[in-house]
């Protein structure tokens, strides 16, 4: 445990006691990627718990992690977001070349422009906002690049599909004019047979 001591562009310096400081950077406060400074998390003064990850006795340098006192978001992560899976997430950033979609807190997929609609898309930012809830399929997982490419063209192409399936394995009702006539056509065979 420490006090945060300064802030940087590149981390915050922790003051862990006797004349002690350990740097926290920016790439170990969080697993959330989207920390751009460090200063949206934290400020002079807070009080933090850190994990110590490296000892240089000769440069008198300590590297602490925060992020390190919580598993790792993408542990398993292609066991619970398997190739073909449908997914729901929130955007969480739009760029030229496509949208970032939080799964889970700390792991989001990109939607490559090329997936974000059958029709070309010259400009994600005219279809999508941050904050927009978009579903999607997984196309593929790399756990070791920290990647999860996603498709909304091939989710919607999906649904179509499911929707016409459903609607043609879908018995038919006859039309009621069908049924009444039915019903005269065999009340005049009968009569026809005598019955």
Request: hydrophobic share 40%; net charge negative; aromatic share 6%.
């Given at each position: 445990?420490?006090?945060v001591?300064?802030?940087?562009d590149?981390?915050?310096?922790?003051?862990?006691?006797?004349?002690?400081?350990?740097?926290v950077?920016?790439?170990?406060?969080?697993?959330?990627?989207?920390?751009?400074?460090?200063?949206?998390?934290l400020?002079?003064?807070?009080?933090?718990?850190?994990?110590v990850?490296?000892?240089?006795?000769?440069?008198?340098?300590?590297?602490?992690?925060?992020?390190?006192?919580?598993?790792?978001?993408?542990?398993?992560?292609?066991?619970?977001?398997?190739?073909?899976?449908?997914?729901?997430?929130?955007?969480?950033?739009?760029?030229?070349?496509?949208?970032?979609?939080?799964?889970?807190?700390?792991?989001?997929?990109?939607?490559?422009?090329?997936?974000?609609a059958?029709?070309?898309?010259?400009?994600?930012?005219?279809?999508?906002?941050?904050?927009?809830?978009?579903?999607?399929l997984?196309?593929s997982?790399?756990?070791?690049?920290?990647?999860?490419?996603?498709?909304?063209?091939?989710?919607?192409?999906?649904?179509?599909?499911k929707?016409?399936?459903?609607?043609?394995?879908?018995?038919?009702?006859?039309?009621?004019?069908?049924t009444?006539?039915?019903?005269?056509?065999?009340?005049?065979?009968?009569?026809?047979?005598?019955?």
């Amino acid at each position: 445990e420490g006090v945060v001591k300064n802030v940087t562009d590149f981390g915050v310096f922790v003051d862990i006691g006797e004349e002690i400081d350990g740097l926290v950077h920016i790439s170990d406060l969080t697993w959330n990627q989207r920390v751009k400074h460090p200063g949206e998390i934290l400020k002079r003064g807070d009080r933090v718990r850190a994990k110590v990850i490296k000892v240089d006795p000769h440069a008198q340098k300590f590297s602490l992690g925060i992020k390190h006192l919580e598993a790792d978001p993408w542990e398993g992560v292609e066991n619970r977001f398997r190739k073909g899976n449908a997914v729901t997430g929130t955007i969480t950033r739009v760029a030229d070349f496509g949208v970032f979609v939080e799964l889970e807190e700390g792991v989001e997929g990109l939607v490559h422009i090329s997936e974000l609609a059958r029709e070309k898309v010259d400009s994600p930012h005219v279809l999508f906002k941050a904050g927009d809830s978009v579903s999607a399929l997984v196309l593929s997982v790399d756990r070791t690049g920290k990647k999860i490419s996603l498709s909304i063209r091939a989710y919607e192409e999906g649904m179509e599909r499911k929707d016409l399936e459903s609607y043609m394995s879908r018995p038919a009702d006859p039309p009621e004019n069908m049924t009444v006539l039915g019903e005269a056509l065999t009340r005049a065979k009968m009569k026809v047979n005598g019955e």
